[in-house]
């Protein structure tokens, strides 16, 4: 062996890129979002010291007790438990026509593979940011014209703005899933909807249900304030009873959406660790 050759060698390690580095790109993005945090504290008219005076904590402190105690008559309870369920049938209702809605936009808005020319991607994911970008209470402001009031037009709030969301949320799921199956079903001459069914959704299955359970969670809050505009449920028992000045009955109606979400919250949470095992 010849003493001069050097031994071989791992290659030198290179160290990261400090925080700001220009080759950092996300150091500077959060410095940048810093910056913005900072600059929104300056700019807004922020009442600091009004808000945490004495003063202030009186008010809050008797206006919280005028919701003592709740109204538990029977008559009441049964009215509230009326609203819950409805509350309840409006999101898990409005949930699944989005969730169907969004799927059926969500394949032309993702390219499938490689060499898929996707002509309609673009057009419907502008329809997709059309959806969710109108809040639900504007949705159900507008079919309340067309629907009248009541549970229906809630529920077609709901099921529009959500398909928005899902519908983008599911497109990425799809653009994002392992090219290899499928690319073997297409190699086979399989068409174009089977390798969807049976390559594609198989894969991105768990994820989508995992998306449409967080998505009806928080459709129960939603369903629970669209009621605020004359939609049904809680939030319309809410809005009937707080705008009387009714505090005990309030008190029942917020205890009832706290408990109706914590219910939910719970169960979905259970399903998403099921499906994700």
Not at 14 to 28: E, T, V
Not at 31 to 50: E, H, T
Not at 60 to 80: C, I, K, N, Y
Not at 157 to 182: K, S
Request: charge should be positive; proline fraction near 6%.
């Amino acid at each position: 062996m010849n003493p001069r050759r050097p031994a071989a060698a791992n290659p030198p390690y290179r160290l990261p890129p400090g925080l700001l580095s220009l080759r950092h790109r996300g150091g500077w993005f959060a410095l940048g979002v810093l910056a913005l945090i900072v600059a929104s504290f300056w700019s807004l008219d922020l009442q600091w010291r009004q808000f945490l005076s004495w003063e202030a904590a009186q008010s809050m402190g008797r206006f919280v007790g005028e919701f003592f105690p709740p109204d538990t008559s029977p008559a009441f309870l049964q009215r509230v438990a009326t609203g819950a369920w409805e509350t309840l049938a409006m999101s898990a209702l409005g949930t699944g026509l989005a969730a169907l809605a969004g799927l059926a936009l969500a394949v032309p808005a993702s390219r499938l593979h490689d060499g898929d020319a996707a002509w309609a991607r673009g057009p419907t994911r502008w329809l997709l940011n059309a959806l969710r970008s109108i809040p639900e209470l504007v949705w159900a402001a507008l079919l309340l014209i067309s629907a009248g009031l009541g549970p229906f037009a809630g529920t077609l709030a709901l099921a529009l703005h959500t398909a928005g969301v899902l519908g983008r949320l599911f497109a990425e799921a799809i653009e994002n899933a392992p090219p290899g199956p499928g690319d073997a079903l297409r190699q086979q001459g399989v068409g174009r909807a089977r390798v969807f069914l049976y390559a594609t959704l198989p894969q991105v299955l768990p994820q989508l249900l995992s998306y449409t359970l967080y998505r009806w969670e928080n459709n129960i809050r939603a369903a629970a304030v669209l009621g605020v505009v004359g939609a049904g449920g809680l939030g319309q028992l809410l809005a009937f009873h707080m705008g009387l000045f009714q505090m005990g009955k309030t008190a029942t109606i917020l205890a009832a959406m706290l408990l109706l979400v914590a219910l939910v919250d719970g169960a979905s949470h259970a399903s998403r660790r099921w499906l994700t095992r």
